[in-house]
């Protein structure tokens, strides 16, 4: 996330009250509580970057080091645990996805809030119009350090 993105989340963050302004003002105050307009206005803005097929915009919501879990990594033929760990490794994953023949296209369905996470509902062309959550969890940077994707119908293995 550039400097300029990652002040402009944070001084969002704060202003809606979603999270202290230090990771040590952050523990002293316990659990971060999201606010309902912050996770509306991130999920907006995370659909729109995937949308845009622009990979930099959509790593941009990203910690350097975050875990990525999916069914549909493992899938097709990444990695047999379905999680990658780090920016690097999921850009391999994501990018053809999002490349210029790509036709994918998210619709924004709804946004979830918890203590420390959103979850983001959604239908993707891109998996055969399957419902998606994506379950975002944050770090005090306003950073997504964990996603796991969740899909209905499932994702299964095929059978051997």
């Not at 912050?38 to 995370?46: E, G, S």
Request: proline content about 5%; overall charge negative.
């Amino acid at each position: 996330m550039t400097t300029i993105r990652r002040l402009a989340c944070c001084l969002l963050l704060s202003l809606t009250g979603a999270f202290a302004m230090t990771s040590h003002a952050a523990e002293a105050a316990g659990p971060t509580h999201f606010t309902q307009d912050f996770a509306d206005a991130f999920a907006r803005d995370w659909v729109a970057g995937w949308n845009s097929h622009d990979i930099e915009r959509i790593l941009s919501h990203y910690a350097e080091d975050f875990e990525m879990r999916s069914p549909l990594i493992a899938l097709r033929g990444f990695e047999p645990s379905g999680r990658f760990q780090g920016k690097q490794a999921v850009r391999a994953y994501w990018e053809p996805a999002v490349g210029p023949a790509s036709s994918l296209h998210f619709e924004l369905l709804q946004a979830f809030v918890s203590v420390d996470s959103i979850a983001i509902h959604y239908r993707s062309n891109g998996s055969g119009g399957r419902l998606c959550v994506e379950v975002l969890q944050f770090n005090a940077d306003g950073e997504v350090i964990a996603g796991a994707a969740h899909y209905y119908p499932a994702i299964e293995p095929p059978a051997n």
